[in-house]
């Protein structure tokens, strides 16, 4: 069976200073049909928007962020647990640093816990772990993180479900003529280094970490799918049906049209 990592952002999972229970029951029936083709891991952000649901905490201040990941990690592993309960799925928590993937006795000891955990059929659901660690050993963001969760797990795929629908030719927030890229095969330095924020005030990426994680994976040759996080057929037609209308794939092995 393929293996594939699934990354979805906070703004996707949570509305109106609430997690969005529709939007993460859609997401939970997608990765219950990609298992019967795959095999899934979910890497989910989400901790400190769901933390913020309970207490209101400056997200932009250090420690406060903390508490919110720390409040928010359970609320939102629950809320997951209780929509895979649904269709008798078990779920299982790793919070990961920098550190933990920093040396080959790390990975391993990572790869071994994702192996024994997929292979008992139980869903892997990876964050960051924001709460106990210093700046220097975090990657920040989880779609980088995701990026190296596919990587050493060896998985063929990384699709990433978020507010940004796909890479477009222009800034299409100031352009509406800007046009979605279907397939690119390169990323060019000064993408990389241009200045994006995030379109969510509790996210940490934006595009450009999108393309930093995008380029990792096409590297080691794999691909990544980037695609619209709120309405997921797109998603659903890639995975399931092989079909790509909509969503930009970065792929090496696939050509440029
Ligand atoms: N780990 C953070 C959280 O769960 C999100 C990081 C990100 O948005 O990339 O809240």
Do not use: E, P
């Given at each position: 069976m393929e293996r594939i990592v699934i990354k979805v952002g906070s703004s996707v999972l949570t509305e109106l200073n609430t997690i969005a229970k529709e939007r993460m029951l859609n997401l939970v029936s997608l990765i219950v049909e990609a298992r019967k083709k795959y095999e899934v891991i979910l890497v989910s952000s989400g901790a400190v928007a769901a933390g913020y649901t309970a207490l209101k905490l400056d997200r932009d201040k250090h420690i406060s962020k903390k508490v919110l990941a720390a409040v928010g990690q359970p609320i939102l592993m629950s809320a997951y647990k209780n929509k895979f309960e649904i269709f008798g799925i078990d779920t299982a928590q790793i919070l990961l640093t920098e550190d933990d993937l920093d040396s080959r006795t790390h990975t391993k000891i990572f790869q071994q816990i994702i192996d024994k955990i997929l292979e008992n059929g139980i869903l892997p659901i990876v964050n960051e772990?924001?709460?106990?660690?210093?700046p220097e050993q975090l990657?920040?963001?989880?779609d980088q993180l995701s990026a190296h969760v596919a990587h050493y797990t060896d998985s063929d795929k990384l699709i990433i479900l978020s507010d940004i629908d796909g890479l477009y030719d222009a800034n299409p927030a100031d352009n509406p003529k800007a046009k979605m890229r279907k397939i690119v095969n390169e990323i060019k330095d000064e993408e990389l280094t241009q200045e994006f924020t995030p379109?969510?005030?509790?996210?940490?990426?934006g595009i450009v970490t999108k393309l930093k994680a995008a380029e990792y994976l096409m590297d080691t040759n794999k691909e990544m799918f980037l695609c619209d996080g709120y309405d997921l057929s797109t998603a659903r037609e890639f995975l399931m049906?092989?079909?790509?209308?909509k969503g930009t794939l970065f792929s090496k092995k696939v050509k440029e049209q």
């Open positions: 772990n924001d709460i106990s660690t210093t990657f920040g963001d989880n379109n969510s005030k509790f996210a940490s990426g049906d092989g079909i790509h209308n």
